[in-house]
């Protein structure tokens, strides 16, 4: 059984404790979560300018204050619980079954009201952030980019989204960028086709009656054959050459 000497003990320590938490908590306005206006500490009136580095880092900053206030808050509140519980006497026997707890676990956690066994705080919580519900990709991330699958993937919704800007210019990649449009990843890379005719030939239902759409990317293509030695002019191929979709 744990003595009057050692209780009076831990309880000096605790009351130090909570005489700093508070302390800390007033001086800095529950990490400025009671301010009269809790928000006059972002920077920008407003973000739709900024860059989402900066609105993540000021999120990030919110919610470790959110955080860190919460955990100081219940520190506190366990704090004025075993104060309570040296006051009524029952300090140092769990609240569940009433057996003793240790001297050195009370030496560890001078908070504790329970055994080991019946700790609460041994129960890992599986509660995961709301947003991990909406980020995570419907059928995975990228696992389709060694397949022969033509399936929209997270790559590509990103793709996509990069075609409206990024922090990164020209002079951020190897090869040479035309145009600030194509300051991203495998820009050049089809969507909603695999061959590049296939942006510009196209049949019926059954595969029949071959129809060739004029166009940049069909002339770009009768360009790019031309320079292999492979095509003079579109449909006019060497036998050995020739591709199904010309037939």
């Known amino acids: 059984m744990i003595s009057p000497d050692k209780i009076s003990q831990l309880q000096a320590q605790l009351e130090n404790t909570k005489k700093d938490l508070e302390a800390h908590?007033?001086?800095?306005?529950?990490?400025q979560l009671e301010q009269e206006h809790p928000y006059e500490?972002?920077?920008?009136?407003?973000?739709?300018?900024?860059?989402?580095g900066d609105l993540g880092t000021e999120l990030y900053e919110r919610e470790k204050d959110i955080a860190l206030n919460e955990h100081a808050e219940k520190?506190?509140?366990?704090?004025?619980?075993?104060?309570?519980?040296?006051?009524?006497?029952?300090?140092?026997?769990?609240?569940?079954?009433?057996?003793?707890?240790?001297?050195?676990?009370?030496?560890?956690?001078?908070?504790?009201?329970?055994?080991?066994?019946?700790?609460?705080?041994?129960?890992?919580?599986h509660d995961r952030p709301v947003e991990e519900k909406v980020i995570m990709p419907p059928f995975g991330r990228y696992e389709f980019d060694d397949s022969e699958s033509v399936v929209f993937d997270g790559e590509d919704s990103w793709q996509i989204v990069q075609r409206y800007g990024t922090s990164e210019s020209p002079s951020d990649f190897s090869d040479d960028i035309e145009h600030y449009d194509r300051t991203?990843?495998?820009?050049?890379?089809?969507?909603?086709?695999?061959?590049?005719?296939?942006?510009?030939?196209?049949?019926?239902?059954?595969?029949?009656?071959?129809?060739?759409?004029?166009?940049?990317?069909?002339?770009?293509?009768?360009?790019?054959?031309?320079?292999?030695?492979?095509?003079?002019s579109f449909g006019d191929l060497y036998g050995y050459e020739k591709e199904p979709y010309t037939e």
Do not use: W
């Not at 609240?95 to 001297?103: A, F, L, T």
């Open 25 to 31: 908590l007033h001086q800095n306005e529950h990490y």
């Open 41 to 52: 500490n972002v920077s920008e009136l407003s973000a739709y300018d900024n860059h989402p």
């Open 75 to 125: 520190e506190l509140k366990d704090i004025e619980h075993a104060l309570k519980a040296i006051a009524d006497g029952s300090y140092g026997k769990c609240e569940v079954c009433g057996k003793e707890i240790s001297e050195e676990r009370l030496d560890a956690l001078p908070t504790t009201t329970y055994c080991k066994e019946h700790s609460p705080d041994q129960v890992v919580s």
């Open 184 to 232: 991203y990843v495998e820009s050049d890379e089809n969507e909603g086709y695999v061959e590049d005719y296939e942006s510009f030939v196209g049949t019926d239902m059954y595969g029949q009656n071959i129809t060739v759409y004029p166009s940049i990317k069909h002339e770009a293509y009768e360009d790019a054959l031309d320079e292999e030695g492979i095509m003079t």
